[in-house]
């Protein structure tokens, strides 16, 4: 079993920045060990906005994050962060942390964290 802990949400104003993490714990990852982030506003769906291979060679982000959000991974720590900038009002969201096989927008993502909030004022 594998535990995903986000932290690192916050109160920002628009243009300022903020950094997630996310801490893995549970079980030993494999060179296949993918690591997303996926945001749910209030009465929206719960959309992709960033994943990392194992390796952290590859990565993808959503159109509307690409440019001011940067996805990176420390192995030896088990950590995943998102590094946010330039925030907006429309970031404003519950991020939560996923882990999968394969990295990507529509990839599968067996395990979820339990999700950090970040909320941009104007």
């Known amino acids: 079993q594998v535990q995903l802990v986000e932290s690192g949400g916050g109160l920002v104003q628009a243009g300022g920045s903020l950094r997630l993490s996310c801490a893995a714990s549970?079980?030993?990852?494999?060179?296949?060990?993918?690591r997303g982030w996926f945001r749910q506003a209030p009465g929206k769906e719960r959309e992709f906005v960033a994943a990392?291979?194992?390796?952290?060679?590859?990565?993808y982000y959503a159109d509307s994050v690409k440019g001011r959000f940067t996805i990176s991974r420390d192995n030896a720590k088990n950590t995943v962060y998102l590094q946010m900038n330039r925030l907006k009002l429309e970031d404003t969201a519950v991020y939560y942390c996923?882990?999968?096989?394969?990295?990507?927008?529509?990839?599968?993502?067996?395990?979820w964290g339990q999700g950090t909030q970040v909320t941009v004022s104007s």
């Open positions: 549970g079980r030993t990852f494999f060179r296949s060990d993918a």
């Open positions: 990392i291979s194992w390796s952290g060679g590859s990565t």
């Open positions: 996923a882990a999968g096989p394969v990295p990507g927008p529509g990839s599968r993502y067996d395990y």
